[in-house]
């Protein structure tokens, strides 16, 4: 099964920003979409931003104009630049992605890091 590498959580103040990357390992054909999700205590995960292949971006009304998502193919790697941090993005963010490996289709989910924004 392909496997989904995070990095990038952390820490920050209000106003503050992150970056976080996803990496899928495998032989890899094909991965669309690639995506990031939060989910923050007591609440249902909820899709933050995804990208195609094509490159067409997907945000949540909360996120846009703070948050970027972008990929790059060769690297197999998803990653979102968080600016104009708000207590209200803490949460787990995971990474999605689905796609063709050499002999089967995936469906598969990082393993989260931590967010943290503190007002």
């Known amino acids: 099964q392909v496997q989904l590498v995070e990095s990038g959580g952390g820490l920050v103040q209000a106003g503050g920003s992150l970056r976080l990357s996803c990496a899928a390992s495998?032989?890899?054909?094909?991965?669309?979409?690639m995506g990031w999700y939060r989910q923050a205590p007591g609440k249902q995960r909820e899709l933050v931003a995804d990208?195609?292949?094509?490159?067409?971006?997907n945000y949540a009304d909360s996120v846009k104009g703070r948050f970027t998502i972008s990929r790059d193919n060769a690297k197999n790697t998803v990653y979102l630049q968080m600016n104009s941090l708000k207590p209200e993005d803490t949460g787990v963010y995971y990474c999605?992605?689905?796609?063709?490996?050499?002999?089967?289709?995936?469906?598969?989910w990082g393993q989260g890091t931590q967010v943290t924004v503190s007002s």
């Open positions: 999605h992605m689905q796609g063709r490996e050499m002999r089967y289709t995936f469906d598969s």
């Open positions: 495998g032989i890899i054909l094909s991965i669309n979409p």
């Open positions: 990208v195609t292949s094509g490159g067409s971006t």
